[in-house]
Nanobody, 124 residues
Framework: QVQLVESGGGLVQAGDSLRLSCAAS????????MGWFRQAPGKEREFVAA????????KYADSVKGRFAISRDNAKNTVYLQMNGLKPEDTAVYYC?????????????????WGQGTQVTVSS
């Protein structure tokens, strides 16, 4: 089993930056592909970014390319989402996700493991 715990959400102003973290723990936590989804009020959950277990392959939604960067520290089983140039439309609950296979996150959008979510609010 794998547990994912997010941190780093908060209230910021448009144009600010924020970094989310997600720590994975559990028997099978090491080396999983990991990623981020978000869900805004009244909208469906959408893919944001993902990174392979080795860290050498990353995927991004078009809406965040050039503004967000995903990275990972395998020694800590932790993935990060650096969010720059935040916009009010980035306001959402951000969920960490993990799966053995990267495409299950960015393509199939059906990862095996989910975190509880962390709120990000961007004021205009």
């Amino acid at each position: 089993q794998v547990q994912l715990v997010e941190s780093g959400g908060g209230l910021v102003q448009a144009g600010d930056s924020l970094r989310l973290s997600c720590a994975a723990s559990g028997r099978f936590a090491s080396g999983l592909a990991m990623g981020w989804f978000r869900q805004a009020p009244g909208k469906e959950r959408e893919f944001v970014a993902a990174v392979s277990g080795s860290g050498d392959n990353t995927k991004y939604a078009d809406s965040v390319k050039g503004r967000f960067a995903i990275s990972r520290d395998n020694a800590k089983n932790t993935v990060y989402l650096q969010m720059n140039g935040l916009k009010p439309e980035d306001t959402a609950v951000y969920y960490c996700a993990a799966d053995l296979v990267l495409r299950m996150i960015f393509s199939q959008q059906q990862p095996d493991y989910w975190g509880q979510g962390t709120q990000v609010t961007v004021s205009s």
